[in-house]
């Protein structure tokens, strides 16, 4: 069962071809936006799934027609490429906004009073496509029960690149900050966070 801030507005922003920013917090693998929109959705992430599990992920008729993964371990223009055409076809990009995969595409921030690693990557993709970005957070509330809260990440296009997207990205960690410290027990880190 799922709940929302403002449904309307997760609606059109998914079906105008928004940047979705998720995090490894709460349920934000159990929702695709199906429910509110046909459009494509494409997450972008890293896909280091082994061969037999890959098999199996395959051979199973999955409900999730409108979801297309954009894996990063491919050539970076073939991603740059795919990502590209899905922002000129209108669909939605997807990212894991709180996890820097590659050091050249992260910038640090204080979260919970220690500096650590964030993705820039949605926000360079904002920046030169001024597409606009949601940050989506899906909390769990009871037995398969989920509040899905929404807020819109201002870009502003008036700045040159680097402090657009700092301020931007800053934005995020405040909202990620404020959604941890309130249900600290669903944030999922298996590896070092602030790099110590």
Known sequence: EFSYEDRDFIKSQVDNGSILLL???GGWSVTNCKILSDNIINIVMKEVILSSIKKIENSINSPLKNINIIDQSLNPIEVSIKIANAISNKEAIAFMADRAVDKKFSEEFE????????NTNPFKVSYKTKTPIVVIFV??????NYFIK??????????DE???ITNSLSEYVKSLEEVVKK????????YNFWER
């Open 162 to 164: 680097n402090n657009a």
């Open 111 to 118: 979260f919970l009073g220690k500096k650590a690693p964030f």
């Open 23 to 25: 995090s490894h917090f």
């Open 183 to 190: 249900y600290p027990s669903q944030w999922f880190n298996l």
């Open 139 to 144: 909390i769990n509330v009871g037995l398969q």
């Open 150 to 159: 929404s807020k819109e990440i201002k870009m502003d296009f008036d700045l």
